[in-house]
């Protein structure tokens, strides 16, 4: 979802890794992962375009559309949005399998957590 701010004032935007100004010339294109970017100025054109291919469909996880961003005008990008944050905390709370290897169970370390024995 995009949002548009303007007028006079601070505003504040919550960005995730490294942030990173990158200013585009006329015609200058950035294909980026869509959520990678944080913020662009108005001139900056803005399409979303597919990345075909089967094994991009079946394996390419969340890298399925990009961003492209055509210039004049500045884009920020992070290097680590939510869902790949997301994806590190759960990986590292053990939620991923670890726990109840012996029952089998799909939900992994979270039955641990809806049993009342925590993580």
Known sequence: MLEKLEG???????AGGTITRKDLMPGQTLRIDTGCLVAM???VHYDIEFVG????????GEGLFLATLTGPG????QSLPFSRLASRVFAASGMHGGGRKDEGSILGGLGNFLDGDGF
């Open 53 to 60: 291919g089967i094994k991009n469909t079946l394996f390419g």
């Open 74 to 77: 500045s884009v920020w990008v």
């Open 41 to 43: 100025t108005r001139d």
């Open 8 to 14: 006079d004032g601070l505003a504040f935007v919550h």
